[in-house]
């Protein structure tokens, strides 16, 4: 029995990156015999085992052999007679195919290292178009390292356009798409994930909403992460990302690619009130460029207010503010000018009381005019306050 350090771990040392975890592959071993050294089995597919004290995950060698659509198409043979080289070839990309043995020897068979030092990501070998998800997981790996300027090798590129056009990338799972997807977005460069897509195809199946709009999400995520860097993760940034990405959408739109890709609730509310609510938030007039307003109303922010629940959900409205601050900066808005007026705004129609209106004797369906009136009005010279401040 011989284990192996494999993959990421590898790759991210030589590359000075901080190793967050780390990944095994174990050469001559039974499952019998992990048990009983007290590794716990947890792969169904294919024997993957955690280590007792560390938790970190052991993997028998395998090969693995197409034998239907998708990622999950393939027969394994995790038997003892699999060699390392065997598990590095069935790899996706050379700079992840090295191993390092327990004296720390690098295992290199496909000169991974020497793409790693010319900044290439380059596939292992033609068995690469088995797995549609590559195409997907090849992308995230261009965002993630772009800043230490690799690129992807052309032969590769086409590669992926081939795997595209063939219909394959339908075959995957919305789960498996948007995980990467997700990872790509909260990256240094997420815009190279989508224009990576964009130039192999990769977007048909899976974001075509995005396909007449992509340059400019492009050029809006690029943006954004300029200001962002070093990325501070969380369900916050990926939020804004997405939102950045989709706000040029309808909100139809937006609605039918957050179902495809089946995104969390708190990520697909905030995009699809963005993509609904935009003309408001971002509406600008040249005129008015000096002021927070623009040509935000009384009656406009009412609707807004109304629309998005923010009487009962603060939070999520907040939310909603900070995920267009990208989209709007980057169509010349005065944001923070303008994120103060609505908040101004919200607080004072929300000093509003509903007793008040009751007390003066109005009843039945008229107190819902009454109020929204009211708050109009409280909105109203929030606006005016702000317009003569400018002047």
């Not at 963005?274 to 109303?297: E, Q, Y």
Request: hydrophobic share 40%; charged share 25%; net charge neutral.
């Amino acid at each position: 029995m011989q284990v192996y350090l494999v993959g990421g771990a590898v790759r991210d040392a030589l590359l000075n990156r901080k190793v967050t975890e780390r990944d095994y592959v174990v050469v001559g071993a039974t499952p019998e015999q992990m048990i009983a050294k007290g590794f716990t089995q947890v792969g169904k597919d294919f024997p993957v085992f955690l280590h007792p004290k560390t938790n970190e995950e052991y993997a028998l060698a395998r090969t693995e052999r197409k034998s239907g659509k998708g990622y999950t198409g393939f027969i394994c043979d995790a038997s003892t007679g699999v060699t390392l080289e065997d598990d590095l070839t069935r790899r996706d990309l050379t700079v992840n195919a090295m191993a390092q043995d327990s004296d720390g020897k690098i295992i290199d068979p496909h000169n991974g290292k020497q793409d790693l030092d010319n900044k290439c990501l380059r596939h292992v070998s033609d068995a690469f178009s088995e797995d549609p998800l590559r195409v997907f997981r090849v992308a995230r790996f261009a965002a993630r390292y772009a800043y230490l300027g690799f690129t992807i090798a052309d032969e590769t590129l086409a590669l992926m356009s081939t795997m595209a056009a063939s219909g394959e990338l339908q075959a995957l799972s919305a789960e498996r798409v948007w995980q990467e997807t997700r990872r790509s977005l909260v990256e240094r460069s997420p815009e190279v994930y989508f224009a990576t897509l964009s130039a192999t195809g990769g977007l048909n199946d899976w974001f075509s909403e995005l396909i007449p709009v992509i340059n400019e999400s492009i050029e809006v995520l690029r943006s954004a992460a300029k200001k962002d860097t070093p990325p501070t993760g969380g369900i916050t940034l990926l939020i804004a990302r997405f939102t950045s990405l989709c706000i040029s959408l309808s909100e139809e739109q937006v609605s039918a690619l957050c179902r495809r890709l089946k995104t969390q609730n708190q990520v697909s509310e905030i995009a699809t009130l963005a993509c609904k609510f935009k003309g408001i938030l971002l509406s600008k007039d040249d005129n008015l460029a000096s002021t927070a307003s623009h040509v935000l109303t009384a009656d406009s922010l009412l609707m807004l207010f109304n629309g998005t629940d923010a009487w009962r959900r603060p939070e999520r409205f907040e939310s909603l503010l900070n995920a267009v601050r990208h989209y709007a900066e980057f169509n010349g808005v005065m944001w923070d000018a303008r994120q103060s007026l609505i908040a101004q705004a919200l607080r004072a129609a929300n000093g509003v009381n509903v007793q008040d209106i009751i007390a003066k004797g109005i009843k039945g369906p008229a107190i819902k005019d009454a109020l929204n009136e009211e708050k109009r009005s409280a909105i109203e010279l929030v606006i005016t306050h702000s317009l003569n401040a400018t002047k």
